[in-house]
């Protein structure tokens, strides 16, 4: 592990924050009704470690706590106590608890895309329905153009259980403005530099997912030309907002 951020007291203090932040945003994926039951995941990277934060597996989203969020390497491997050098040796406090069943896919996304700082799974129902398709969301909306630069991709289909769901997140995406990914009929995994900005292109594509649908139950979409697509997502990533 590369330590990075100083001293002992320094990485605890950043993984008990980003404990905390990954907790809270998986309160963020119920309100906006991506999950149900125990579904989904949230997970973040640690800055300057070779770590990162993920659920547990199975654990109701009422019944998370910050303390029950799961410090694993970047192969998905719970992490109990690592030597940080100097002879001194960081207990991370993991629960006795496993990590969600898409830890793989996260690890690899991490170990592969060192620019990603967070990555959220949901099973949102719209966005999984186009997965389930196995089509790709087309880039008819301006929101679209500003939050995804262009059509959100689809994935290929790929069994839970090792870090095959992961290689096709990162073959997708890796030469896509799109932080969203449709991984055949399984669903959605989003990419961000952090974990909230992760989430938040799960929240989008959702709403980009119900509101094409919707639009091709009236008729078929009208495109957008791609110059105005990349000019649309040039503003919104370089110059709006504060």
Same mark, same amino acid.
């Given at each position: 592990m590369t330590?990075?951020t100083? !001293?002992?007291?320094?990485?605890?203090?950043?993984?008990?924050r980003?404990?905390?932040e990954?907790?809270?945003?998986? #309160? /963020?994926l119920?309100?906006?009704?991506?999950?149900?039951?125990?579904?989904?995941?949230?997970s973040a990277?640690?800055?300057? &470690?070779?770590l990162m934060?993920?659920?547990?597996?199975?654990v109701?989203?009422?019944?998370l &706590?910050p303390?029950?969020?799961?410090?694993? +390497?970047?192969?998905g !491997?719970?992490?109990?106590g &690592?030597?940080?050098?100097?002879?001194?040796? %960081? +207990?991370w406090?993991?629960?006795p608890? @496993?990590?969600s069943?898409?830890?793989?896919a996260?690890?690899?996304?991490y170990?592969? *895309?060192?620019?990603?700082g967070?990555?959220?799974?949901t099973h @949102?129902?719209?966005?999984?329905?186009?997965?389930?398709?196995g /089509?790709? $969301?087309?880039c008819v909306?301006?929101m679209m153009?500003?939050?995804?630069?262009? =059509?959100?991709?689809?994935?290929?289909?790929?069994? $839970?259980? +090792?870090?095959?769901?992961g290689?096709?997140? %990162? /073959?997708?995406?890796?030469?896509?403005? @799109?932080?969203?990914?449709? *991984?055949?009929?399984?669903?959605p995994?989003?990419?961000?530099?952090d #974990?909230? @900005?992760? %989430?938040?292109?799960?929240? *989008?594509?959702?709403? %980009?997912a119900r509101?094409?649908?919707?639009s091709?139950?009236?008729? /078929?979409?009208?495109?957008?030309?791609?110059?105005? $697509?990349? =000019?649309?997502y040039?503003?919104?990533?370089?110059?709006?907002?504060?």
């Amino acid at each position: 592990m590369t330590a990075g951020t100083g !001293t002992e007291t320094g990485i605890l203090q950043t993984i008990a924050r980003i404990r905390e932040e990954v907790c809270a945003l998986h #309160a /963020e994926l119920t309100r906006y009704g991506l999950v149900v039951w125990t579904a989904g995941n949230v997970s973040a990277r640690v800055p300057g &470690t070779d770590l990162m934060v993920i659920k547990p597996s199975g654990v109701s989203y009422q019944e998370l &706590t910050p303390e029950q969020m799961i410090v694993t +390497d970047l192969h998905g !491997t719970p992490v109990r106590g &690592t030597n940080v050098g100097g002879g001194g040796t %960081v +207990d991370w406090g993991n629960p006795p608890l @496993s990590p969600s069943s898409d830890t793989a896919a996260h690890a690899y996304v991490y170990r592969h *895309m060192p620019e990603v700082g967070g990555v959220v799974h949901t099973h @949102s129902t719209y966005a999984t329905a186009w997965a389930a398709r196995g /089509e790709a $969301i087309p880039c008819v909306l301006t929101m679209m153009g500003d939050e995804f630069g262009g =059509s959100i991709p689809v994935g290929p289909f790929a069994l $839970i259980g +090792d870090d095959s769901i992961g290689h096709g997140i %990162v /073959e997708t995406l890796k030469n896509s403005s @799109s932080p969203a990914v449709l *991984m055949q009929n399984h669903g959605p995994f989003t990419i961000g530099k952090d #974990a909230r @900005s992760a %989430v938040k292109a799960a929240v *989008m594509c959702e709403e %980009v997912a119900r509101t094409v649908h919707i639009s091709r139950q009236l008729g /078929e979409p009208l495109p957008i030309d791609q110059g105005h $697509i990349d =000019s649309l997502y040039a503003r919104y990533q370089n110059v709006y907002g504060q």
